[in-house]
């Protein structure tokens, strides 16, 4: 595949100089384009490899979500804000049982705000849907589009109907749930310490925004980020059987595992050294993680639209033995074993 561009060090500056913005707060352009390019380098054979032609689309409109995060846009922006982030820390209180609807969430996490809100309000105003996210939603309700696109090209295929179109959208819609898969990878996107560490900070990390573009932005263009970087470590396509929504909340688990390593970095000086092997090597083991999990989803996403879609019992029925009426419908059900 094509080499992906250095950015101009006036590029990054500039990037880097809007770090205080919140809709900034994302792999910048080379991070998300070359965690898509290696997930599509290394589809099997018998994967969605049609996609792989759209590879520098997929990698380039990857960053669309982003453009939706504009004060100057609040509508947008209050719907999508949320979309980029997992706190972790703060979502304890679901224990294993996360809810599998992204509006039975909300209303779990509305609860928990007004009881915290009895006792500790300061704590109860980031115990909310802004300040805790939705990221997980956002990659299921993308996986879903997308295996609802692949049987809609495989039913074009079987009649002999041109299918650019159709593979066009689906680039779109794998470039946009990538965003999530490709912030996902990022521990800050899964930690209360997503703009400087956040809390008690006994080992005295840094408080304030600029590591994370200095991360994932700088320290990324800083090195030349490439896929052939980390491609070896993608491994064989995996998370094909079992519940996926298990599989995405576990991903994100581990990149909140992850986070305190980010610090740790940054305090030590590595993130202002390129040529630090410590430092490259954790980059290129989370793009590798994040590559790993766009790949799986598009595999497995292939593998389930050559099944025909089932609608009953429609989730939307007060009939339905598991409807919400709190939602208006029924929750996402378990894989059955």
Same mark, same amino acid.
Request: with cysteine.
């Given at each position: 595949?094509?080499?992906?561009?250095?950015?101009?060090?006036?590029?990054?500056?500039?990037?880097?100089?809007?770090?205080?913005?919140?809709?900034?707060?994302?792999?910048?352009?080379?991070?998300?384009?070359?965690?898509?390019?290696?997930?599509?380098?290394?589809?099997?054979?018998?994967?969605?490899?049609?996609?792989?032609?759209?590879?520098?689309?997929?990698?380039?409109?990857?960053?669309?979500?982003?453009?939706?995060?504009?004060?100057?846009?609040?509508?947008?922006?209050?719907?999508?804000?949320?979309?980029?982030?997992?706190?972790?820390?703060?979502?304890?209180?679901?224990?294993?049982?996360?809810?599998?609807?992204?509006?039975?969430?909300?209303?779990?996490?509305?609860?928990?705000?007004?009881?915290?809100?009895?006792?500790?309000?300061?704590?109860?105003?980031?115990?909310?849907?802004?300040?805790?996210?939705?990221?997980?939603?956002?990659?299921?309700?993308?996986?879903?589009?997308?295996?609802?696109?692949?049987?809609?090209?495989?039913?074009?295929?079987?009649?002999?109907?041109?299918?650019?179109?159709?593979?066009?959208?689906?680039?779109?819609?794998?470039?946009?749930?990538?965003?999530?898969?490709?912030?996902?990878?990022?521990?800050?996107?899964?930690?209360?310490?997503?703009?400087?560490?956040?809390?008690?900070?006994?080992?005295?990390?840094?408080?304030?925004?600029?590591?994370?573009?200095?991360?994932?932005?700088?320290? /990324?263009? $800083?090195?030349?980020? +490439? =896929?052939?970087?980390?491609?070896? !470590?993608?491994?064989? *396509? %995996?998370?094909?059987?079992? #519940?996926?929504?298990?599989?995405?909340?576990?991903?994100?688990?581990?990149?909140?595992?992850?986070?305190?390593?980010?610090?740790?970095?940054?305090?030590?000086?590595?993130?202002?050294?390129?040529?630090?092997?410590?430092?490259?090597?954790?980059?290129?083991?989370?793009?590798?993680?994040?590559?790993?999990?766009?790949?799986?989803?598009?595999?497995? /996403?292939? $593998?389930?639209?050559? +099944? =025909?879609?089932?609608?009953?019992? !429609?989730?939307?029925? *007060? %009939?339905?033995?598991?409807? #919400?009426?709190?939602?208006?419908?029924?929750?996402?059900?378990?894989?059955?074993?």
């Amino acid at each position: 595949m094509r080499k992906i561009a250095r950015k101009s060090t006036l590029a990054a500056l500039s990037l880097l100089a809007t770090l205080s913005s919140p809709a900034a707060l994302a792999w910048g352009g080379r991070g998300h384009a070359v965690i898509d390019h290696a997930a599509l380098d290394t589809l099997p054979a018998d994967g969605p490899i049609f996609l792989r032609k759209y590879a520098e689309y997929i990698g380039e409109e990857a960053g669309a979500p982003d453009t939706w995060r504009s004060s100057s846009e609040p509508f947008s922006k209050i719907d999508e804000d949320p979309n980029h982030t997992w706190f972790l820390e703060r979502l304890r209180f679901l224990g294993p049982n996360v809810p599998r609807s992204r509006y039975a969430f909300v209303l779990a996490l509305y609860r928990e705000h007004e009881r915290v809100k009895a006792t500790d309000p300061k704590a109860a105003e980031r115990l909310n849907v802004r300040w805790t996210g939705t990221l997980p939603y956002a990659v299921m309700e993308g996986y879903g589009r997308i295996v609802a696109g692949m049987r809609a090209l495989r039913a074009k295929r079987s009649r002999g109907e041109p299918t650019a179109n159709i593979e066009q959208t689906l680039a779109f819609y794998t470039a946009w749930m990538s965003h999530y898969i490709g912030d996902g990878a990022n521990p800050h996107h899964a930690s209360i310490h997503c703009e400087g560490w956040f809390g008690d900070n006994p080992k005295g990390y840094v408080t304030t925004g600029g590591i994370h573009g200095a991360f994932e932005i700088g320290y /990324a263009d $800083a090195i030349d980020l +490439q =896929p052939a970087d980390f491609a070896k !470590r993608i491994g064989a *396509p %995996a998370r094909q059987d079992g #519940d996926l929504f298990a599989h995405v909340l576990q991903f994100l688990a581990d990149s909140n595992a992850d986070v305190e390593t980010i610090f740790a970095l940054e305090k030590r000086g590595i993130l202002s050294d390129p040529k630090s092997r410590e430092g490259r090597d954790f980059v290129y083991r989370r793009a590798a993680a994040g590559s790993a999990m766009l790949r799986d989803l598009l595999v497995r /996403a292939w $593998a389930q639209s050559a +099944q =025909p879609g089932k609608g009953d019992p !429609r989730p939307q029925d *007060p %009939a339905n033995p598991h409807y #919400d009426p709190e939602t208006g419908t029924a929750p996402a059900p378990l894989p059955q074993s």
